[in-house]
Structures are given as structure tokens and as C-alpha cells.
């Protein structure tokens, strides 16, 4: 009989070939070398193609649509929306999907994800944040900045992002771009909550990654990035797990009570208030 597991929402699925998606994932401490470890300390981000098999891929695309399909509700997991050129109210965004979705629980806690963050800080690492960001056809692309531009060091002075790319992603529907030669700088360039300009990114040049389904990309919070719009006719759903290390403290639930009153979802904002997107 074939071999079976339990999906999240208690359903049976056939069981892949495919190492787990949850526990240790079969590795000790994580899945990097020393080669690529040196190679995202040279560089800020690392990209690790296929971290994630066909199978995988195809389960973390599946757990995206469930998600997306979830009702607005306050007080829950954090669903934002944008308004695309056409005048339409698209799905941009959700954040602190863990506590109501298990699998996403379950990778975000794996040897592939938090394993790999914990040998890149060389320490164990905890979650600080997670979200999804849709990127559905005509939604917004986002400016140059450093995540760390984000109130995020009041929260810990490094975090690393695991990025795992649900669907394929291209230069045509705004993929990801990073500053290539920024390596190993750990401070701010730029203003918290204001994007970078151009003085500021004088001497970087932007470096495209294209990805598909079950690559990773770890990149820290200081390395800038940006993306375009999605301008073709298929969504760009790509999965953000960001951590900080364990010796800085666990954040998360503080992060995200901070964000309900500074930025909340659309279902929790008041009447009359002007909420606006900075970094
Ligand atoms: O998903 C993207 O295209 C970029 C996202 C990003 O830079 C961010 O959410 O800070």
C-alpha cells in the first residue's frame, strides 16, 4: 500500500518521493554548504535553485490557494489589497498566515527554511515574520529599500528572508532584483520608511532573479531590492519567511500587534483614516 500522510487540513494525500516538508527534513542541520554559505556572506542573498522538488512546490502552490480564497476577517491572519490601473481591488498581500494554516506552520519551522537561516546567522534563528505577496496580474511593483527600513531594528539588528518562489517568476511579471555588489554591508544606506533613491543606490546594479517553483532565495535586511509591476496575465505568488536570531528574541507576536495598530489590515482599518504603504 502506497505510503500516505496527512495533509493540514486532516485529508490523506498520496505520499511523494519528496523529502518531508516539516520536521528535520532528513538534514541534520540545515541544507547549506560552506560553499554557499560563504557565498551569501560575500553577497548578502543566496539562491538556491530546486531547494524544494516538483511535488513540494505543487503542495506550497496549493496551501497559497486555500489562503487566498479565505475570507477577510479581523482579528485573523492579515489581508491587504491594492487597486490596480483598471480600477479593480486585487489581492496584494498576507501576512501571519502560521497560527490558522499548518503547513505553512510546518515549512516556515523546517530544516530547509529556519535550518538554512540558522546556519547563515551561525546560531538558531526565529521566526519574526511571514507573509505571501500575490503580485496577481496588474498589481504594483516595489520601489528600491532594505527591509531593514522597515522598523524592523527596533525589533533585532539583523533578520534573513527565506524566499520561496510559488509561481514561476520573471523579469515580465516582476520578479524579484537585488543590488548586486552591496556584499556584507549591515547598516542602513538609506532613511527608515522612505524608499532608497537614486544617490543612494549610485554604484549598485540591478541584478533580475528569475526563479521557479521551489527555488529559494535568502537574502538579509539590508541588501536593496526592488520589483516591478506584474504586467502579464498570471499571478507571481511568492512565500516570505523572515527570522532573526534566537539570542535577539522571539518578536513575532509583538511584531505583529505593532502592525495591527501602525498598518492594519483592510478589514481593521477605520473609517475616515488614510493608511499608506512607505517601505
Ligand atoms: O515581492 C516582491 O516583488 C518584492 C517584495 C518586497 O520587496 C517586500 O515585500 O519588501
Avoid at 516556515?108 to 546556519?119: D, E, I, K, V
Avoid at 549610485?202 to 533580475?208: E, H, M, T, Y
Avoid at 532573526?244 to 500587534?257: P, T, V
Wanted: with cysteine; proline share 5%.
Amino acid at each position: 500500500m502506497a505510503a500516505m500522510r496527512h495533509r493540514h487540513d486532516g485529508s490523506m494525500m498520496k505520499k511523494s518521493q519528496a523529502r518531508p516538508l516539516t520536521g528535520d527534513d532528513g538534514f541534520r542541520d540545515g541544507p547549506l554548504d560552506a560553499a554557499q554559505l560563504a557565498s551569501f556572506h560575500a553577497a548578502s542573498h543566496l539562491v538556491v535553485r530546486g531547494l524544494f522538488d516538483a511535488d513540494e512546490a505543487a503542495e506550497i502552490a496549493r496551501w497559497a490557494d486555500e489562503v487566498q480564497a479565505w475570507p477577510e476577517l479581523a482579528g485573523r491572519y492579515m489581508m491587504y489589497f491594492e487597486h490596480t490601473e483598471g480600477g479593480g481591488r486585487i489581492l496584494n498581500r498576507m501576512e501571519n498566515l502560521l497560527p490558522w494554516h499548518a503547513g505553512f506552520r510546518q515549512l516556515a519551522g523546517g530544516a530547509r527554511l529556519q535550518g538554512a537561516c540558522a546556519q547563515l546567522f551561525g546560531e538558531p534563528a526565529v521566526l519574526f515574520k511571514d507573509k505571501i505577496n500575490f503580485k496577481l496580474p496588474g498589481g504594483g511593483g516595489f520601489e528600491p529599500h532594505q527591509d531593514a527600513q522597515a522598523g524592523w531594528l527596533r525589533y533585532a539588528g539583523l533578520h534573513i528572508t527565506a524566499l520561496v518562489t510559488i509561481d514561476p517568476a520573471t523579469i515580465a511579471n516582476g520578479c524579484l532584483e537585488m543590488a548586486d555588489g552591496f556584499a556584507g554591508t549591515q547598516g542602513l544606506i538609506g532613511s527608515e520608511w522612505q524608499p532608497l533613491d537614486g544617490g543612494q543606490l549610485a554604484g549598485l546594479r540591478w541584478q533580475p532573479i528569475e526563479a521557479q517553483p521551489g527555488d529559494v532565495v535568502f537574502f538579509d535586511s539590508f541588501i536593496p531590492h526592488r520589483s516591478a509591476p506584474n504586467r502579464t496575465d498570471a499571478a507571481r505568488r511568492v512565500l516570505y519567511f523572515t527570522y532573526n536570531r534566537a539570542s535577539e528574541g522571539d518578536h513575532l507576536a509583538r511584531y505583529y500587534a505593532d502592525k495591527r495598530l501602525s498598518y492594519p489590515p483592510d478589514i481593521e482599518r477605520e473609517a475616515g483614516r488614510e493608511y499608506r504603504y512607505r517601505v
